[in-house]
């Protein structure tokens, strides 16, 4: 049995009642006896010591329930020590996450020529089963106005011959400058807000690679700079339950941004002397059931080539100016989904009329119509997409020209939250041109399969 303070108070007084209300009835019996035989000093006597006694009995009694309630109240110290409500540790406020990708390509495959090296480097000959993705992440709001986010990607490929490697793929923190962090500086290695399609995760989205168009100006959709954001505290709320809900959201950019980052790509030295600049502004709503999410970005910077052909023509420092603008529209699946990017611009690309790496237009986007369909605990998402990019890829050796057009058909079968199956079926046609590869066009298709565990 549990003993509390109540308890034992309840006892000493029953107990202490007991004794005072005794006592004072033995003292009235002898006081009347005495006055039944007309002895009235025996009679004074009882009363006198009836009444002082009951008196002396009860601040004894006052006493040594005092004594009684301090032992009591130290031993149920001993046995239930006080517990205080102290606030949690930074360590307490985080929690641990990622997921696994695994896939395979070559199903019904009619060109092993087809490759795309910026999207899967397991399409396409000499490939099987692929890790694409092994990630695990650390985050939570360690402060009320700091936030961590820190991820590792374990199926990174640094060579032909070395796969599954670690590297960091995320490693920031968010500083809040108002109590609903409406206001905030994310700082550190992040994904730099340009594209809804780059911004989306990778565990999110629905076709299993980027487009060319959007994530050609961004290689692993990240770098390494400091980005202001800002939301009202209303759509910050939006945009998170968006993402909770399952309905494929790109998460809490803001819905304005403004950051300055290195522009090499992540993981990447700089490599001159000029920091990118990216600004966006989006504006996500409700309406009639549905939710919308329009946006405009745009970002400028100086990129230095990384790897050049000995005999590619180049300028003196290897530096070249970029610049895109790009518009964005989203209709989230509820159940219907409509998702639409396209972007403009110009930047480095290969030019085989000239062997030589110029600054050239570029354009391309992509359009995909999805559906929501629900069956008991399971979650169907069929999906159609079209994507379209005429451009170079500054990345990739000599500013690769890319002319890209692809259609694919595919769905997710969730089958509950920590399992889901992709099945997609892709039809292509990639021209992409270097220095020694300049007539190079490859059509094809193949059914892709991928896998993933979600933790």
Request: glycine share 8%; hydrophobic share 35%; with cysteine.
């Amino acid at each position: 049995m549990e003993l509390n303070k109540k308890t034992i108070n309840s006892h000493l007084i029953k107990n202490n009642l007991k004794k005072i209300n005794g006592l004072a009835l033995v003292f009235a019996l002898i006081s009347t006896k005495a006055i039944a035989n007309n002895d009235n000093n025996l009679a004074a006597v009882g009363l006198i010591v009836n009444s002082d006694s009951v008196i002396s009995i009860i601040r004894q009694n006052t006493v040594n329930n005092s004594n009684e309630l301090t032992r009591n109240q130290q031993h149920l110290d001993l046995i239930s020590p006080k517990t205080e409500n102290k606030p949690k540790a930074w360590y307490e406020k985080f929690s641990l996450g990622g997921y696994v990708q695994v896939r395979y390509n070559r199903l019904f495959e009619t060109n092993p020529k087809l490759v795309c090296e910026q999207c899967d480097r397991s399409i396409g000959e000499n490939n099987g089963f692929f890790i694409r993705r092994n990630r695990l992440r650390v985050a939570g709001q360690i402060h009320p106005q700091v936030y961590m986010y820190i991820q590792y990607d374990f199926a990174s490929t640094v060579s032909a011959t070395a796969q599954h490697y670690g590297q960091v793929r995320d490693a920031y923190f968010d500083v809040g400058l108002d109590k609903n962090n409406e206001f905030r500086f994310r700082i550190g290695q992040s994904k730099v807000p340009y594209g809804f399609i780059n911004m989306q995760s990778s565990q999110n989205r629905l076709n299993l690679d980027r487009d060319d168009g959007m994530n050609s100006g961004l290689a692993n959709e990240r770098d390494l700079g400091v980005f202001f954001y800002w939301a009202p505290k209303k759509k910050r709320e939006l945009l998170d339950r968006v993402v909770k809900e399952g309905l494929k959201g790109s998460g809490d950019y803001g819905c304005f941004a403004y950051g300055v980052y290195n522009g090499q790509n992540a993981n990447r030295p700089e490599m001159n002397n000029n920091l990118y600049q990216v600004m966006r502004f989006t504006w996500p709503f409700e309406f009639k059931g549905q939710i919308f999410e329009p946006g405009v970005q745009a970002y400028k910077g100086d990129w230095t080539m990384q790897s050049v052909s000995t005999q590619t023509k180049v300028t003196k420092d290897l530096t070249y100016k970029e610049e895109r603008l790009g518009g964005t529209l989203v209709m989230y699946p509820k159940p219907f989904g409509f998702q639409a990017e396209y972007n403009i611009g110009n930047g480095p690309r290969f030019n085989k009329m000239t062997d030589s790496i110029e600054v050239s237009k570029l354009w391309g986007g992509y359009v995909m119509f999805n559906y929501q369909l629900k069956l008991k605990d399971k979650t169907i998402f069929p999906f159609v997409r079209y994507a379209y990019y005429n451009g170079g890829k500054k990345h990739e050796l000599d500013a690769r020209a890319y002319e890209v057009s692809e259609i694919e058909g595919g769905v997710e079968l969730q089958f509950n939250k920590n399992f889901e199956l992709t099945l997609a079926y892709n039809v292509a046609s990639r021209r992409f041109e270097d220095y020694k590869n300049q007539d190079n066009l490859q059509k094809g298709q193949f059914l892709r399969l991928q896998a993933q565990l979600n933790f």
